[in-house]
């Protein structure tokens, strides 16, 4: 198997991953950039990442238009992905997901902050996107160039929340890119728990801890991932 | 297969789906409107929504009184459904639902509100029905055309919550009817949590962010119900 | 199949019922009164309840004392079954539980009240047995005769809750102490959240509508439990 | 089958019991004495716990050293093993967990208390182990004999708290460390419903309730034990 198919292979598994771990439901997403050339991207058809196969990915350039005369319908917000490779050249792998664990952060002044090791990547901020700042009200999609450079703007690290729509990460590798989307779902529900027992008393990791655990981190994300592949990669 | 076999088969996969979303369990219904006679719907008879097959539906007028001499048990609370077919024209379909997350609204002053883009159809208002303002104590169920009645006229937009009993919510297609209901279920979920988050000071959609929302909803809500059959529909 | 032998697979059903519903895990029992004989009752030998076959019950008296010269370890518990018998006549099933909704009720001084009409039997009163009163500290296990009345006077409606322990239902069928052991569990979940969103201010079940709901359940019990038994009863 | 082969079945099973409990997802780790040789202790190699066979166990001496000249990569917190191992030498079997119940509790003033007679163990305390105070900014991960043994100096009782990472529980059985491990569980989201209900107005066990409570505990431990063997212990 070429490297490439392994890859797409990858991306189908990841689709599977992230609904198995209750990131993804009907809606949300995930892309990864073409590992030869830097200004493509792969992201499925418009579909349920459920039932995503290899079939259902399409390829598209920066801007988001669809490569190879495919026509079947497209995510309506696939310009969160191409907008992002574009501002940020080191990122390999995009998420998009509404976890209900992490949409309400977005919508208070509550900061979501690294509260255990596992999330020590959230160190680089949650900023929230308020789309209504520079568009107005709009009917809260991500859905043209604009809106994505908009977003990709506020991106400045692993995560970006989403007022009133939910979250996205990027990562280095599609591994990377889930494991901050699945473990962001987990540090909001253990801060959400925390603010209720300890209110503003909580002690979240301090930076410097946030930074070595980050590090540490990446030497065993290989085990979750194979563990998601095993688990959910293949489920039909 | 005939438009009315397929429709037919929908609700009995509706059924099944509202069950899987944990919408629904022992108690709960969805009926849909008789596609060529506005003034008959479709309801299984009394019976687990799990366990309903395409020979437990029912056909009803909108007095809610049986058709074709069936003598089985229906269910005692289908004046929900008989009443606001009467009272709105355009809804096609009906669920009736005890969803744990979202009974607790309808007990305080809380109101429920569209916290995130899925669920902008909340915008249209939530009332509550106090069944004891017109009918005094009551065993709370809508038991007769004139509950029914009461409650179809509180039923304004596209959810009504029941103080102590539930909800329901309303459709121009079982696909809408459903995904309402679920993403009513989400909302109040999402809700409980801002809320526990940040009081007060939740930021809500606007009435415009919610309108344009709802409108770009519709042409997506064919990906959830195409993945909910896939997964819930057919099961036994 | 004579009545007895079906009332005894109904026992077992109900085990694996309880523990399907979350209702009970590696621990809590349910027993029923030997419908010939007013002054004995079966319950499984000291096992788990989700691996509970007709070869594991016994019978005992209302002494809790076993019959027929079984040997295998009992229950240490059997005591609250006996002494439950023998003080209510009507009472002809008992369960036993630790569901973590419910607990906490028993801990604080907040009662467990009937938030909706699925729960309406709670409006004969939630009292909370202390055992220390009367005993002083304990293991907390009811491991005798006297514990066991002391509980079951306490019991004086549907539902007795046992401070830093659990709680018990009682019901007139085996099908009625289930559904009240699951509806108690969601009350709680339910009457913590709207706590949670209304603080003192939420409306509960008049005394009136609870009675008249409570009549009208009994109605349709038959549904949820014929739902539970095709779900959960024959599983291995 | 040797006891040995057994105790190894055993830890095997136990790595997926914890898993189908909840405790354990992809990280985290169970291990357990050798029977013959206190100075050595069984332990996968770094792989997520669902994984776990026979083949996968290695054996270590008490500064966490591999023995038998194994190169397969260790779980880099070891050290965590085998300095509890050192300092307690009554204890047989130490986990190591991120759940998230319990999580919260470590990074609050709040303490995690016995509420029912389950997690009556919690009784001998659950001190937090705050890594910062002796060792300053860390990766969060107990690394090498140092920290393992400021760790094990901590586990005074039967849990320690870790700040913003997880819990460890200790037994002098596989089948007592685990059934710590998920009660400290339970009583957590316990704990958390009951504040949330009764804040500081709650009722704990006594140290006299919970000091009889555990003598009793152990003699039904069994029974859980034999059900999750059969329900998880030999899934794939």
Redesign the interface.
């Known amino acids: 198997m070429s490297p490439l198919d392994s890859l797409l292979d990858d991306l189908v598994a990841a689709n599977r991953i992230l609904t198995g771990l209750g990131v993804l439901?009907?809606?949300g997403h995930i892309s990864v950039r073409h590992p030869d050339r830097a200004d493509r991207y792969f992201l499925s058809r418009?579909?349920?990442p459920?039932?995503v196969t290899r079939e259902d990915l399409q390829t598209y350039d920066l801007a988001s238009n669809v490569q190879d005369g495919d026509t079947r319908p497209p995510y309506?917000e696939r310009f969160i992905h191409g907008e992002i490779y574009a501002k940020r050249p080191e990122v390999q792998s995009v998420v998009h997901s509404?976890a209900?664990?992490v949409?309400?952060?977005g919508?208070?002044?509550?900061p979501l902050r690294p509260?255990?090791?596992?999330s020590?990547f959230l160190r680089t901020g949650t900023p929230v996107f308020e789309m209504?700042e520079r568009f107005g009200?709009?009917?809260?999609?991500v859905r043209n160039n604009a809106q994505g450079a908009a977003l990709a703007e506020k991106t400045t690290g692993a995560v970006v929340l989403m007022?009133?729509?939910?979250y996205c990460t990027v990562g280095g590798t599609i591994a990377e890119a889930v494991f901050r989307a699945y473990y962001t779902q987990?540090n909001a529900?253990?801060?959400?728990?925390?603010?209720?027992?300890?209110g503003d008393?909580?002690?979240?990791?301090?930076e410097?801890?946030a930074k070595?655990?980050e590090?540490?981190n990446r030497?065993?994300m290989a085990?979750?991932w194979?563990?998601?592949k095993?688990?959910f990669g293949l489920k039909q």
């Open positions: 439901d009907g809606f418009s579909l349920a459920e039932l309506l509404h209900a664990t949409v309400p952060f919508t208070t002044k509550q509260i255990f090791h596992m020590s209504r009200n709009t009917d809260m999609l007022r009133g729509h939910g987990v529900e253990l801060q959400q728990r925390a603010i209720a027992l300890g008393e909580v002690t979240y990791l301090t410097e801890e070595l655990s590090e540490s030497s065993v085990r979750p194979g563990l998601w095993a688990k």
